[in-house]
């Protein structure tokens, strides 16, 4: 699986936008980005998800930079529940398996 | 339309004994996913099964652990004389299908104790 590198950690306020970056430059053609993140003490939880076109959905906008090296998860206003660790994971050639680096750890202050 | 059930959600067993997880996918999906979380590490893949088939257990110890997807009834990770280092975070997830731009809905866990 192409790896993926991500910031230990980050901090935001609240309301106020953050943006996760993920590089991944040895991403192939065909895989998809996904990112995933997980609450304390919960399972993972679906975020997003793109191959070439910037994405949004109604949790985060997911921005993938032009030669696909790298993208950036961002949460237009962060509350606290979205303190959490933030995964970006590659999948590609009808790959199942999500393989899960050590993520971002979000800190979101009041 | 419920989510992925896990129970119990907390287990605790003492060496030697065995452990068993259970998981019910959403209703509709067919494939279920097992991945464990050590303390202070990663979630890691360990099997993945369809309806009484075993797909991909390549991230399975090969010994005292197994699983099962039953056409009736929920899947079980089973491990047997469990050991101090079993002791982590067990999460099942499933997916209607098994592509790579499918989502995985994840349960709550097991969190499993061995003393």
């Known amino acids: 699986d192409a790896k993926t590198t991500q910031p230990n950690s980050m901090e935001s306020n609240e309301e106020e936008p953050v943006h996760l970056p993920c590089n991944h430059s040895?991403?192939?053609?065909?895989?998809?980005i996904h990112w995933y993140r997980q609450l304390p003490s919960q399972g993972p939880e679906y975020v997003i998800h793109?191959?070439?076109s910037n994405v949004n959905n109604r949790m985060a906008s997911l921005a993938i930079a032009e030669d696909r090296k790298s993208s950036t998860l961002i949460l237009h206003r962060a509350t606290l529940r979205d303190a959490a660790v933030y995964y970006c994971?590659?999948?590609?050639?009808?790959?199942?398996?999500?393989?899960f680096g050590k993520g971002t750890l979000l800190t979101v202050n009041p | 339309n419920a989510g992925v059930m896990q129970n119990p959600r907390h287990l605790v067993r003492r060496r030697g004994q065995e452990a068993r997880l259970r998981c019910s996918p959403m209703k509709g999906h067919s494939h279920v996913y097992w991945y464990r979380q050590l303390p202070e590490e990663g979630l890691k893949f360990m099997v993945y099964?369809?309806?009484?088939?075993?797909?991909?257990e390549s991230g399975m110890p090969k010994e005292r652990f197994s699983a099962e997807f039953p056409k009736e009834g929920p899947s079980i990770l089973r491990i047997q004389q469990v050991v101090r280092g079993d002791s982590a975070a067990y999460f099942c997830?499933?997916?209607?299908?098994?592509?790579?731009?499918?989502?995985?809905?994840f349960g709550p866990g097991t969190r499993l104790t061995v003393l």
């Open positions: 099964l369809q309806k009484e088939n075993i797909i991909d």
């Open positions: 040895t991403i192939s053609g065909t895989d998809y």
């Open positions: 994971i590659l999948r590609g050639g009808s790959n199942y398996k999500l393989t």
């Open positions: 793109g191959l070439t």
């Open positions: 997830a499933s997916s209607p299908l098994a592509g790579d731009t499918d989502t995985q809905y």
